[in-house]
């Protein structure tokens, strides 16, 4: 009989499919008037932010194939031209498909040889989060992915590994202090650095 103690509960592959069934109808529904409105994440507009969301979600397929990633240059996706929702959309299918691969989630990749499945957790991570913050910039509501899809539970676990060291590399902000009636979603905003109740009024 195989031990599996150790085996994951969840596949990189399916998470990302769950994240990504959310992301994207947000990403379809941003209007070009909203292009340049402020966002959570106060270094980026609502149209850098997708551009650095679709740079994520393109670089991270190479990671998932073992490969390096580079993020050297910062493309501008959004002036490439006016389908890149679609873009968007397929390239969330392409990273799902590549995270799905058989040994995507398996030993280490990157530059820095990190564990495959802690990269693949952050690719999660900015699909989730990201998403969140361009719907709240856009006015949308955003659903996190379901809980039986064990996305939140996973990120959970990913930020309070990983937290400590995005924080001093300023990925994150300091965790802010969560609502005492927040939610899942809104637990996991608080401890990357975001107000769980941020609008753009607030910006």
């Known amino acids: 009989m195989t031990d599996t103690s150790d085996t994951p509960a969840y596949k990189i592959g399916d998470l990302l499919s769950a994240a990504a069934a959310q992301a994207v109808p947000v990403v379809r529904a941003i209007p ?54 679609d873009r968007f959309a397929d390239e969330a299918r392409k990273l799902v498909a590549a995270w799905s691969a058989p040994g995507a989630d398996e030993g280490t990749t990157g530059a820095m040889d990190m564990p495959a499945r802690t990269v693949g957790c952050m690719a999660l991570l900015d699909l989730t989060v990201h998403a969140w913050d361009l719907a709240r910039a856009t006015g949308q509501e ?62």
């Open 32 to 85: 070009d008037d909203r292009l340049a409105a402020p966002t959570p994440c106060a270094d980026y507009d609502v149209k850098a932010l997708v551009n650095h969301l679709l740079q994520v979600i393109v670089q991270f397929q190479e990671l998932a194939a073992k490969r390096n990633s580079d993020f050297s240059e910062s493309p501008d996706y959004v002036a490439e031209g006016a389908d890149w929702r």
């Open 142 to 203: 955003y659903r996190p992915a379901p809980e039986g899809s064990g996305v939140l539970e996973t990120l959970q676990e990913a930020v309070a590994g990983f937290g400590p060291t995005a924080r001093k590399m300023g990925v994150f902000g300091e965790p802010v202090a969560a609502p005492a009636d927040a939610t899942a979603l809104e637990r996991l905003l608080a401890d990357t650095g975001r107000d769980p109740r941020w609008t753009p009024a607030t910006a």
